[in-house]
């Protein structure tokens, strides 16, 4: 049956699948497609406001001694810009390929549980807008994205909430969105475990699916010791349970270490998706298998563990005892070494193929040479001494945003232009693609590595202004000035997404030429997904099919998938 072609010449873009049509039929969805974009569009509007929040802070340290902005205002802006980005950009952004992509990769016809997959996307919405009502309020968060206690304590002698209620608007946010992320994880995990079809071993997986169910694991465990401290933090604020309040014996490094716990393996619960989009994607444009699969799979499940053990390294600036600074700090440098090693995986791909430089492939690059310098500067914070001279220093901002921007946010362009084809059955434009590219790559690099100087030369982070310092100076002005050419590319990709949603280029049902199962069905998926599943030999699937004579867009072989329920 030709189902898959056949639905492809139907419809051209996702707005023309007449099951999509109306409002109504987004609000009320439980299907994971439908579901994933809805992340992609919360999380970019987000995207937005977060990057506007960035460029008021470069706007504000452009010159030295400016006083544009109150300092109280510049925590606050900082303190948001923080916030969102990690809880609702990355993590969405990369739950909405998660659950977009693995039912389709695995040959299902939905997640396990649709409307549970439907209600983390809603409770991750309500959390956001919660968090951002704050600024109608006039109380927003100012003691930045970690909110450490006491900051965020009440000082009972005084009778003051010493952030305002600004704090509560954003405990209540991440609550939710945390829970939302524990189901989706949930979701994810079982979907993975037994939705597959019965010929696809998890040793024919495909890596973007390993990661993700790696990544499953990462939330469930780590999630609820930061929403378990948020809700200490509001007992504290509102019940006088003092866990975190000093004046009546709590413990303030209790919060930290709970944050941390946390915090450690989500650095990896927003990079983890990110790796199996470049799985994907460098395979695809280098027209090779992806090198060493089997130590692919594996240093992750290491990693997913490992992370869980170095946590206490984001505090060595508290004061410890040298057995545990001994421990944590061997323990960091212990899990750069399965991190590394893929680094020479996917330049190992590359080696040797058919490489084809469109703009998926340029972002896989450009991920690979700037997360290298986010991974080999946050090594050098595992080194006690090296920690304490820079812990408080822009070196910590320019090693974060190597990491989470040149790495996270470079590898989730990869995947929309590489997968925008897939769910839009439109091409994004290559010529604005790589203008995106250039402006990105010139505008990140011009934005942050200078920032590892900043931070050598002394400067300290979470300030609203410097003094007049002739090396700060010209640091913080093209700092600046390449903020707005990193903005200015994003904005274009947002023009390329709008304009080729309409007028994009067809683009059939296979256009990269892919090997995984996603790639057998129309462009757009119809809602079921899937008439028959390919015989799954191998991690290539389609190729297997096509060296037998067949055709990628004819699906028989196995028998339907009956997808999931509730």
């Known amino acids: 049956m030709n189902g898959g072609i056949n639905a492809s010449k139907k419809a051209g873009s996702i707005l023309d699948v007449p099951e999509y049509k109306g409002l109504l039929s987004w609000l009320s969805s439980v299907d994971h497609k439908q579901i994933g974009i809805m992340y992609f569009v919360t999380s970019l509007i987000f995207f937005l406001v977060g990057v506007s929040e960035a460029m008021v802070m470069r706007t504000q340290l452009i010159k030295p001694d400016n006083h544009w902005l109150s300092p109280e205002t510049y925590n606050q802006v900082f303190s948001m810009h923080g916030t969102t980005m990690v809880f609702l950009v990355v993590m969405p952004v990369l739950t909405g390929f998660m659950v977009y992509f693995i039912p389709l990769m695995i040959g299902a016809r939905d997640v396990a549980f649709p409307r549970v997959n439907a209600l983390s996307y809603w409770l991750y919405l309500m959390g956001g807008l919660l968090l951002y009502f704050s600024f109608f309020t006039g109380n927003t968060l100012h003691a930045g994205w970690s909110a450490y206690a006491p900051l965020t304590e009440t000082n009972y002698s005084m009778n003051l909430y010493m952030t305002g209620t600004g704090v509560d608007y954003w405990i209540m946010g991440l609550l939710l969105a945390g829970a939302g992320s524990i189901m989706s994880a949930i979701n994810i995990l079982v979907t993975v475990a037994f939705l597959r079809p019965p010929d696809m071993k998890l040793s024919r997986t495909p890596l973007f699916v390993w990661m993700s169910a790696a990544n499953a694991v990462l939330m469930l465990l780590a999630v609820p010791a930061l929403n378990a401290a948020l809700v200490m933090l509001f007992i504290d604020r509102h019940l ?327």
């Open 240 to 566: 006088h349970g003092f866990f975190f309040n000093p004046v009546a014996g709590g413990k303030p490094l209790l919060w930290e270490n709970y944050f941390w716990f946390f915090g450690h393996p989500e650095v990896y619960i927003l990079i983890l998706p990110g790796w199996g989009i470049i799985s994907e994607v460098i395979p695809a444009f280098s027209r090779k298998p992806i090198f060493g699969y089997a130590f692919m799979a594996v240093s992750t499940v290491a990693i997913t563990f490992l992370s869980f053990g170095v946590w206490a390294h984001h505090m060595f600036a508290t004061g410890m005892d040298w057995t545990v600074y001994y421990v944590f700090a061997l323990s960091s440098m212990l899990i750069a070494v399965p991190t590394g090693v893929k680094i020479f995986n996917w330049i190992a791909t590359m080696w040797g193929g058919a490489i084809r430089f469109d703009t998926a492939m340029l972002f896989s690059a450009a991920f690979i040479m700037q997360f290298t310098i986010g991974g080999l500067s946050g090594v050098a914070f595992a080194v006690v001494p090296i920690d304490w001279a820079l812990t408080q220093t822009y070196f910590v901002v320019a090693h974060f945003h190597y990491t989470l921007l040149g790495g996270t946010i470079f590898t989730v362009m990869a995947g929309f232009y590489y997968w925008y084809p897939k769910i839009t059955g439109r091409m994004l434009s290559e010529k604005l693609g790589k203008i995106q590219f250039w402006l990105m790559v010139t505008g990140f690099n011009g934005t942050f590595f200078l920032l590892f100087f900043a931070g050598l030369d002394g400067m300290p982070r979470r300030v609203f202004t410097y003094p007049n310092l002739p090396h700060l100076a010209v640091i913080n002005l093209i700092s600046s000035l390449s903020a707005y050419v990193l903005a200015l590319g994003i904005l274009v990709f947002f023009a390329n997404l709008a304009v080729s949603l309409k007028k994009g280029e067809p683009a059939g049902d296979n256009p990269w030429g892919g090997w995984t199962l996603e790639w057998a069905t129309s462009s757009p998926p119809p809602p079921h997904n899937f008439d028959h599943i390919p015989p799954v030999r191998s991690i290539r699937p389609l190729w297997d099919l096509q060296q037998a004579g067949g055709q990628p867009g004819v699906l028989a072989a196995s028998d339907p998938q009956e997808g999931g329920g509730e």
